[in-house]
């Protein structure tokens, strides 16, 4: 494939810490994005393998293009999941100068890998392996003289590994339901930084800017978590006071995600100078089940605040920490590390695609909507709610590639492999 798509594939083995490359065929063989990594996956499968890829049009000027992901596979399942990176996360993986990345083998020491321009290096990460994920960005964006480094990691290295762990994007959830990092621990894999300054090109760039445009117009922009679900609308309610501004990832018009601040006022823009004012909240599952155990909204922001920092699934703790814990505690991070450390909880991935669109169970629907999303590289809420239908995206893979792809191709190529 010609377009869309530079580099090659990357075989990272953290054990001898060599790094192979090699022409990624896989594009011409199984189409983009998800089915491509998904065979990359099989390949490897022996190994082991973290896969880490990207959609046909993420970081293009589709709307909603932000959607980048990861491979892996949960150690009592034996099951392949997908945990996607958002907000800008997939836009760098885009732009690295990789088509696919695979991490194989297990590193003899905490270790973290650096994809930038096409380059991969294996680094040591010995003198954070017990940083907490905010300390883990900060120390590696320092380390590379770039804020804007995309840092995937997990919470510190240590003995608890009982309790379900969940990777984060850079100080954020990344909707990972514990277990991208248990493979992270299983490797000794501290973290996956990324940067790039990598181009795209489209087959016909006018014909498919234009069209992108078209798109764009077409949408109509929206906040908040009431684009989720009803049940999701019922948490913006819920912690409207809090709220300080929107966030939206890479290119879309709907920003789904509040940012809360419950140390300083949330209705002034300029910050009282509190080190850590408030957080990003990339889900509303954990906070739901908080609020049905009584827990006001500054409280519950408190333990997501700490379930980030220690790259906690969030759910997880959420449904076995209670309230009084937190009122009887002046420190909710040690009050959080002492429960994780006492229970041991184990979560399954239920399918290859975690449902956090709906509290419903509808698995055809998420399936085939995911399929589509990790495929195209667009956000499936965007897909949702655009109002746009899924097979008008798929038409603009003849402008960005000259490869016609619909929804009949792209189930075909995923089930050869599943």
């Known amino acids: 494939m010609d377009y869309m798509y530079s580099g090659d594939l990357a075989i990272i083995d953290l054990e001898s810490g060599e790094v192979d490359f090699r022409e990624f ?20 499968e022996e190994s082991d393998p973290v896969v880490i890829g990207s959609g046909l049009f993420t970081g ?47 590193a003899s020491s905490p270790v973290y890998v650096w994809l930038h321009d ?14 907490d ?5 900060d120390l590696i964006r320092s380390e590379m003289g770039d804020r804007l480094v995309q840092v995937i ?24 339901p514990g277990h991208v990092a248990a493979s992270f621990f299983r490797k000794n894999l501290k973290a996956v930084a990324i940067r790039g300054l990598g181009m795209i090109d489209a087959a016909d760039p006018d014909a498919f800017f234009s069209s992108s445009l078209e798109f764009l117009k077409r949408c ?5 978590f009431a684009l989720w679900n009803e049940q999701a ?16 990832c890479y290119g879309c018009p709907m920003a789904c995600f509040p940012f809360l601040k419950y140390r300083e006022q949330p209705s002034v823009l300029s910050s009282e100078g509190v080190e850590e004012p408030g957080i990003l909240l990339t889900a509303y599952h954990a906070l739901k089940l908080l609020k049905e155990k009584g827990f006001n909204p500054k409280e519950a922001m408190g333990v997501l605040e700490a379930c980030l920092k220690m790259g906690l699934e969030a759910i ?15 420190n909710i991070v040690e009050t959080v590390k002492t429960i994780q450390k006492e229970n041991r909880i184990a979560i399954a991935p239920s399918a290859m695609f975690a449902n956090w669109y709906s509290g419903e169970e509808n698995s055809a629907f998420w399936e085939t909507l995911n399929r589509a999303a990790y495929t195209l590289g667009i956000c499936p809420i965007f897909l949702i709610k655009s109002g746009i239908d899924i097979s008008e995206f798929y038409r603009l893979s003849g402008l960005a590639c000259q490869t016609d792809f619909d929804q009949e191709s792209v189930d075909a190529s995923i089930n050869r492999l599943i």
């Not at 609308?233 to 939206?248: F, G």
Request: aromatic letters at 12%; a negative charge; hydrophobic letters at 40%.
């Open 153 to 176: 990691s997990c919470g510190p290295f240590d003995n608890s590994h009982q309790f379900p762990k969940s990777a984060s994007i850079n100080y954020w959830g990344s909707l990972d």
């Open 316 to 330: 997880a703790l959420s449904s076995v920490i209670e309230p009084d814990a937190i009122k009887a505690s002046e």
């Open 220 to 224: 109509k922009p929206e906040n908040g």
């Open 118 to 131: 096409g380059v991969a290096d294996v680094l040591d990460a010995s003198n954070f392996a017990s940083s």
């Open 60 to 106: 293009t000027t589709v709307p909603a293009s932000c959607l980048g992901f990861v491979l892996a596979k949960d150690s009592d399942s034996d099951r392949v999941f997908t945990v996607p990176l958002n907000l800008y996360a997939g836009v760098e993986v885009k732009f690295s100068g990789f088509s696919a990345v695979a991490i194989i083998g297990n």
């Open 25 to 44: 065929t896989e594009l011409d063989d199984y189409g983009p994005g998800f089915s491509s990594c998904l065979a990359v996956f099989k390949e490897y």
């Open 133 to 137: 994920t905010w300390n883990t960005t």
């Open 233 to 248: 609308a019922k948490i913006d309610e819920w912690v409207m006071p809090l709220v300080h501004r929107y966030r939206s």
